[in-house]
């Protein structure tokens, strides 16, 4: 298999419904609800999500709790812990960061993965989306489906496609045949407001999507028209949209001129200590060691660095004056800069020090 890129959506099965089966042994076997119990809050409260027990009675996600009593009087509610959840969520995503870094998540329970390139440098796509299976159930002891695709429409429906515990591959010349029998409710984009537009259409399924031409679908859907031609069609370039973590912030310049004067240097250091101070506010980030680097005339470009055992303080003084040690030590005796750079690393978010508050207006 070579395609262009290689997209595992990976979607927890019950996942707080789960959790709480895998932490009390009595709720197992039993219809377990998700939701605040609603003979105790006079009928409010909604289902998180209910086990696959409960799903026998028709019970589902963002039903009302006073609705899922009805449909079973057995059903065991359960208060959500979304502490506990968020926690377990946090381990899920530490594996999936030993794949990749490219990792989307869309809920607690729920993520996408672009493992085109990975660090195990494994190059079939369903072998990562079956070695992150194991190494969930592994860890947590909870169960996932995963969608194996070249994008991530065709992903989300394929994780979908077996649960729980499934896994599924949808390939380029499969996709005509995987959505041909597709209702067409489970285009994403086709809501309580399209779907009766659909039918009214004829459009039930997948098959039927794919008759219409372009120019019909977004004369009566818009934009949303022009997205459906294209999802039928197996197309989707959103990329999966991951923050990189950055481990460093830094500035550089190049200088036409190579600097020949300490005051330079020092109005360089003084430029480079701001830019950096207003990106590390900014992003509020704080870091533990400064590096700086230098390029003299011969092209030779060598860095020094100093950690500290505590955060710099974000302050253009403070990095300018470390800048100026470390230099002094790069060039000692005679000065010869055509680029300089200031760069603070071992980086972390700053949390509660440090920060200044606009509590005054001057
Ligand atoms: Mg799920």
Known sequence: MKLKRKIVHVDMDAFYASIEMRDHRQYRDKPLVI???????????????????????????????????????????????????????????????EYTDKVEPIAFDEAYLDVTENK???????????????????????TCSTGVSYNKFLAKLASDYHKPAGMTLVLPEEVNSFLADLPIEKFRGVGKKTAPKMHQLGIETGADLLEWSEVDLISKFGKMGQILYQRVRGIDERPVEWKRKRKSIGFERTLNQPLKSSVEVDDMLDFLAEKLTEAVQQKQKHGKTLVLKLRNSQFETVTKRMTFDDYLTNDKKNFAFWGRQLFDQMQPNEVDVRLLGMTLTNIDELRFENIKLPLWKE
């Open 35 to 97: 939701a605040r119990d609603p003979r105790h809050t006079a009928g409010r409260g909604v289902v998180a999500t209910a086990n696959y027990a409960a799903r026998r009675f028709g019970i589902h996600s963002a039903m009302s709790a006073q609705e899922a009593y009805e449909l079973c009087h057995q059903a065991i509610f359960v208060k959500p812990d979304f502490v506990k959840y968020r926690r377990i969520s946090k381990e899920i995503h530490a594996i999936f960061h």
């Open 120 to 142: 195990k440098e494994v190059s079939s796509a369903l072998h990562v989306a079956r070695l992150i299976q194991q190494e969930i159930f592994a860890k947590t002891k909870l």
